[in-house]
C-alpha cells in the first residue's frame, strides 16, 4: 500500500498509474492470525518467535485486475518449491512420497507439510526417514509428516506398506514416485529381478495399482512420477518393434548401469502417460516430471566416477 505523508491516509492505488493491489493468498507457513484482547489483529510467527500487527502477506500483494502471466513467465530455473507454493493451503490434503528422506525428495516433502499437507516419507531406511521427519517438524512443530517403511526392491514390502497405509483410513491426494538408484552394480532383488528396473520403476507401478482404489476415492487426485530426460537416449524394443522383456531386466552379461537408468526412465514415461489415460476420466491425474540435468542430490553415491562428474558439474546445474 502507499502512505501520503502529506494527507496523512494510505491506499491501495498507486498515485500516478491507479493501479490496485490487493492481498491475495494464505498466510506464510509458521504464521497464525490472532485476535488481542481489545479485539485488534495481531499476527504471530512460530518460527522465528514473534508477533506483529503487520499482515505477513503484504510482501506478496498481487495487482487487483492482472493479466494471468504464463507458467513460463511465473516459474523458471531458479525458483524453489517453497516459492511455488507460496500462498497455497494444503490443509486436509494426504501425500505420500518415495525417497523423502534426501535430495528431491526431502525438499518435495518438506514444502508439502510446511504448507498443511499430512505427508508420509516412504523410505528404504527407517532411521533415516525419522531423521528427515525431525528436520521438518524443527522448521515448524506442527507439521503433519511421518515416517513409514518401503523397500522398492521387495514387491512383498511394497505391498505390507499399502496395506499398513490403508490401514489408516485416510484419502491419498498426491502420491510423488520420486525414489530411484542410479549408476549401480548389477544385482537380483529377492524378486529375482534387476535392482535398478525394479526400484525405479517396477516398485513405483506395484505401489501405485495397489493403491489405484485409494486414489480414486481422494479424487481429485495426482500421482508424480519423477523421470529424466535420461529416457530419450534409449529403447526398449527388438529389431522387429515389439517390446523386449530382456532389456528391462538384463542379465548380468548384457548389463550397463547408465543404460538400465535410461530404460527405466522411459518406462517412468510410459507409465506415466497411460495411467493418466486411464485415471484422468476418473479424477485422477498423471504426471512425468523432469527434475533437471545432474542435481546434486544422493543419486551418484553408487561409484566414484560419478560423484566426481556430480561434483564437476554442481555450480551450472539448479541447487538442492
Not at 226 to 238: A, C, G, L, N
Request: glycine residues 6%; contains cysteine.
Amino acid at each position: 500500500f502507499f502512505s501520503s505523508h502529506l494527507e496523512e491516509k494510505t491506499q491501495w492505488e498507486h498515485p500516478k498509474s491507479g493501479k490496485r493491489k490487493r492481498v491475495a493468498g494464505g498466510l506464510p507457513y509458521g504464521w497464525e492470525q490472532e485476535t488481542d484482547e481489545n479485539g485488534q489483529v495481531y499476527f504471530v510467527d512460530h518460527i522465528n518467535k514473534r508477533t506483529t500487527y503487520l499482515d505477513p502477506r503484504l510482501a506478496f500483494t498481487v495487482e487487483d485486475n492482472p493479466v494471468k502471466p504464463p507458467t513460463r513467465q511465473k516459474y523458471d530455473g531458479n525458483s524453489t518449491a517453497m516459492e511455488i507454493l507460496q500462498g497455497r493451503d494444503l490443509s486436509g490434503k494426504v501425500a505420500i512420497i518415495t525417497g523423502a528422506n534426501s535430495g528431491i525428495g526431502f525438499e518435495t516433502a518438506k514444502s508439502l507439510a510446511l504448507h498443511g499437507a499430512y505427508v508420509i516419507l516412504a523410505c528404504r531406511n527407517k532411521s533415516r526417514g525419522n531423521d528427515a521427519v525431525q528436520r521438518i517438524l524443527t522448521e515448524w512443530h506442527k507439521a503433519k509428516v511421518e515416517a513409514m517403511t518401503l523397500d522398492l526392491a521387495s514387491l512383498h514390502s511394497v505391498q505390507h506398506f499399502a496395506e499398513a497405509f490403508k490401514s489408516k483410513n485416510v484419502p491419498l491426494h498426491i502420491l510423488i514416485c520420486n525414489a530411484a538408484i542410479f549408476g549401480a552394480p548389477w544385482c537380483l532383488t529377492e524378486d529375482d529381478l534387476e535392482s535398478t528396473f525394479q526400484v525405479n520403476h517396477l516398485g513405483h507401478f506395484y505401489l501405485v495399482q495397489l493403491l489405484e482404489d485409494v486414489l480414486r476415492r481422494s479424487s481429485p487426485a495426482r500421482v508424480v512420477v519423477v523421470s529424466s530426460e535420461s529416457h530419450r537416449f534409449t529403447e526398449i524394443k527388438d529389431n522387429t518393434g515389439k517390446l523386449d522383456f530382456s532389456l528391462l531386466s538384463p542379465s548380468k552379461k548384457e548389463y550397463w548401469a547408465m543404460l538400465a537408468y535410461n530404460r527405466s526412465k522411459l518406462c517412468n514415461i510410459l507409465f506415466s502417460n497411460e495411467l493418466n489415460r486411464r485415471l484422468a476420466p476418473h479424477g485422477v491425474t498423471s504426471n512425468a516430471v523432469h527434475p533437471g540435468n545432474m542435481m546434486y542430490s544422493s543419486l551418484h553415491r553408487s561409484w566414484w566416477v560419478y560423484t566426481l562428474l556430480f561434483t564437476l558439474a554442481r555450480p551450472f546445474t539448479k541447487s538442492m
